[in-house]
Structure formats: structure tokens, C-alpha cells
């Protein structure tokens, strides 16, 4: 099924590399770039003061108590100048860069961003949350705006009812009568 207005990726890159796609683009104004395995349960407003800032989310397992912070590429706002930079760094070895990481982003985008990036957890406080490390201990709290997955289970694998029915099958369009 075709989506209007989608952008068919042009690289081979794998797993998340393949968003470093949204990098690499021209459109005007700041990209919120998520991971599929995000739900959002109500309305998640970037308030104006934040829209040509870098914003990206704590990992949760590495929010700098226990562990040394590092970024996490699941939910970020990113401005076109910070987008352009990110394509310019990535164009220098894309290959180089998959060779050096891995199978993960996350330390990649926070050698480039962490020094200027406004952590979302901090200015949003309980609207964006993991469902692994608050969700599941502490239960849905009327502030979570946005759930994000990392890992296993998945949204579509977990029996909450608070959850959408979700389903990886394609699904026929349905025409709505007049």
C-alpha cells in the first residue's frame, strides 16, 4: 500500500541506520523522529521555546544514576540546521560509522548531540515514558502522553488494555460509505 507523501528509503543501511535517511533530507522546519514502537496516548505538545532546540530522550537504563547517560534515538526532535550536521558527519563513512557502533545508534548520536541536546525527560516530566521501566513497575499514570518500547516485549506482544489492537498484517483500505 502506498502512503502519500512517504519517502522510499535509498540506502541498504540496516536496523535503526536506516533513519539516518531523515538526516539527509531537505524539508524545512524541526523532524519528530520515532521509533515504530512508540504509542502515543494523548496529544505531546513541543512547546515553541523548544522547536529549534535539540531535544532527544534519556535511555532509561542509562540516565546517568546508575549508569553513565546516554542518549536514546527512539524519540528525538531534531531542527533542519541539526538534521544537515548529523548528514554531513554521517556522509563522512557510513560504513565507517556502522563498522565502529554496531548494531546501535544510540552511541553514535550521543557523541554528536549530547553536549547540546536538551533531554526530553527533564522538560517533560512524565509525559514520555518506557513501558519497560515505568509503565510495568509503576502502572499508567493520567500524565504519560507517549509509551516507547525498547526491546522485547513490544507494544503489539503486550496484553495491556490500554493498548490498541495492533497487527503487522496489511489491512485492506476501507471505503466509507456517504
Known amino acids: 500500500?502506498?502512503?502519500?507523501?512517504?519517502?522510499?528509503?535509498?540506502?541498504?543501511?540496516?536496523?535503526?541506520?536506516?533513519?539516518?535517511?531523515?538526516?539527509?533530507?531537505?524539508?524545512?522546519?524541526?523532524?519528530?523522529?520515532?521509533?515504530?514502537?512508540?504509542?502515543?496516548?494523548?496529544?505531546?505538545v513541543i512547546r515553541?521555546?523548544?522547536?529549534d532546540r535539540i531535544c532527544v530522550m534519556r535511555d532509561p537504563w542509562r540516565d546517568g544514576c546508575r549508569?553513565?547517560?546516554?542518549?536514546?534515538?527512539g524519540f528525538m526532535l531534531l531542527p533542519k540546521w541539526a538534521r544537515q550536521e548529523l548528514w554531513e558527519i554521517w556522509q563522512e563513512g557510513p560504513d565507517n560509522h556502522i563498522a565502529k557502533f554496531g548494531d546501535n545508534d544510540q552511541p553514535f548520536l550521543?557523541?554528536?548531540?549530547?553536549?547540546?541536546?536538551?533531554?526530553?525527560?527533564?522538560?517533560?516530566?512524565?509525559?514520555?515514558?518506557?513501558?519497560?521501566?515505568h509503565v510495568q513497575s509503576l502502572g499508567l499514570q493520567p500524565e504519560n502522553k507517549v509509551v516507547y518500547w525498547h526491546g522485547q516485549p513490544r507494544p503489539w506482544d503486550c496484553p495491556e488494555p490500554w493498548i490498541p489492537k495492533l497487527t503487522n498484517a496489511a489491512q485492506p483500505r476501507q471505503e466509507i460509505a456517504a
Request: glycine share 6%; aromatic share 16%.
Open 1 to 44: 500500500m502506498a502512503v502519500p507523501g512517504a519517502i522510499r528509503l535509498t540506502s541498504n543501511w540496516q536496523r535503526w541506520w536506516a533513519k539516518f535517511e531523515i538526516y539527509g533530507t531537505d524539508f524545512d522546519g524541526p523532524a519528530l523522529i520515532i521509533d515504530l514502537d512508540t504509542l502515543f496516548l494523548r496529544e505531546f
Open 48 to 51: 515553541p521555546e523548544h522547536m
Open 67 to 73: 549508569f553513565p547517560e546516554r542518549l536514546g534515538g
Open 110 to 133: 550521543h557523541r554528536y548531540l549530547a553536549d547540546r541536546a536538551l533531554r526530553l525527560q527533564d522538560h517533560y516530566l512524565d509525559e514520555l515514558v518506557s513501558y519497560k521501566v
